[in-house]
């Protein structure tokens, strides 16, 4: 069965300091990988989607950056993170496009910039 | 662009009794998916249902259950025999094949059960 790991669940940094969250696939090939943001209280803004290894779409512009360097990897990084970038981050993966399928969320990362 | 809205920030429901949850979408699309997402205070997101559009035919369940109208764009969750484990943020979806599977949300409807 397919599962998908997430971490760290909690991170608290300071104010311009690095980001690296890491989200894993297993038990499935050529997924399509997903980064979203929920404020407190909100609905998830979709931030980067991958369709394969190094092919990223960002959709909203921002200080965050995404990168595919393995099939089932996805990673959300910042050089510096702002106050702005605290939320809680999920990674999410389906089916490869043109057989649709729903998503599939990891459990979280709670980010908090001090 | 398309757009969902839950016009409903929070709703309250008596357990054992049933609640309906309202979704709007906008979209100049044929061919479409709307979910329903269940978030409870651990945060994992979980598909509760989903509905393709060029289903007439509602979709169930168990007790959960869609009122689809695709003239109004609308799409409302019922949840009947509330339990206590279905207090959760509630979120409206939608998605496209153009759209390769990427998710489009609502802003949630926050779901009490009352004991």
């Known amino acids: 069965s397919q599962t998908i790991h997430q971490w760290p669940a909690t991170l608290v940094q300071p104010v311009g300091s690095p980001l690296s969250l890491e989200c894993t696939v297993e038990g499935t090939s050529n997924p399509n990988l997903y980064w979203y943001r929920q404020a407190a209280g909100r609905g998830l803004q979709l931030l980067f989607y991958s369709v394969g290894i190094g092919q990223i779409s960002s959709e909203v512009p921002q200080n965050l950056s995404a990168s595919r360097p393995q099939d089932r990897q996805f990673i959300l990084s910042s050089k510096k993170l702002l106050l702005s970038d605290s939320g809680f981050y999920l990674c999410a993966w389906s089916v490869r496009a043109g057989i649709f399928a729903e998503a599939f969320f990891g459990q979280g990362t709670r980010l908090t910039v001090v | ?115």
């Open chain 2, 1 to 115: 662009a398309q757009t969902v809205t839950q016009s409903q920030p929070e709703m309250s429901v008596q357990e054992a009794e049933t609640v309906t949850l309202s979704c709007t979408y906008d979209t100049s699309e044929s061919d479409y998916y709307l979910f329903w997402y269940k978030q409870p205070p651990s945060r994992q997101m979980i598909l509760v249902i989903r509905q393709e559009a060029y289903k007439q035919q509602n979709a169930t369940e168990n007790r959960f259950s869609v009122n689809f109208q695709k003239a109004a764009k609308s799409f409302s969750l019922k949840i009947s025999d509330s339990q206590l484990g279905d207090a959760a943020m509630y979120f409206c979806a939608y998605s496209s094949e153009t759209s390769g599977s990427r998710l489009t949300f609502g802003e949630g409807t926050q779901l009490t059960v009352n004991p």
